[in-house]
């Protein structure tokens, strides 16, 4: 008659032994997460940085169109009256662009995908526009010719001594700085997030089905089917 084995040593040989799960083991969510986060924080610095270069554009395009670009004179019987022109004498059109970029700018923060892409595209063809409408602004006289013939209430007299100033070319940078958030949002835009991303409620996680005989008895154990 074969030796009475010790209680403890039936119990133990009583518990299912543990089996490895097949193939690799997956990394836990909390790791996938914190390997994620670096890459939506550049993405968040990234749209952060667009956006800034839209205000800041616009905020300098919007400041200049009152100060004056070009300066001159107008001559009428004998007497000489200065004139001067200002950014929005001149040209109308970089104010309205710059009132366009600070709304694409909230389009940006309010699409996705495709539609951010297309107002990536706005905004860059705003931020041409200023510049173009600056550049040729460095150099018009027109307004000050308008301006000289109201002056003297002589139709047809001209300006002269006419010089510009430094305020189209700063202007222009203002464009400048339109076109490269646009050109941002177009290369870059659709790995950013939209507004209100982080507040978004994540998705209701599936349970993970149990694979080793050890996982199928804390199952059972906690009253769950370990089949489903």
Known sequence: ????????????????????ADGPTAPAPEVAETAADPARKA????????????????ALVLSLSGRVWAE???VAHGTRFPIEATGSAVTKLPTALALLALAAAVAVLATRGAWRVV???LLALAGAGIAAAAASGASDRSALDSKAASKAAIEGVRAVDVTHTAWPWVTLVGGVLILLAGLAVIARGRTWPGMGSRYETPGPRTPKRPTTSAEMWNALDRGEDPTH
Do not use: D, F, I
């Not at 030796?3 to 490895?20: C, L």
């Open 72 to 74: 001159g004179a107008a």
């Open 119 to 121: 107002v990536g595209a």
């Open 43 to 58: 993405a968040r610095r990234e749209l952060g940085t667009a956006l800034l270069l839209v205000a800041a554009g616009a």
């Open 1 to 20: 008659m074969p030796p009475a084995q010790p209680a403890a040593a039936q119990s133990a040989a009583a518990q299912p032994t543990t089996e490895p």
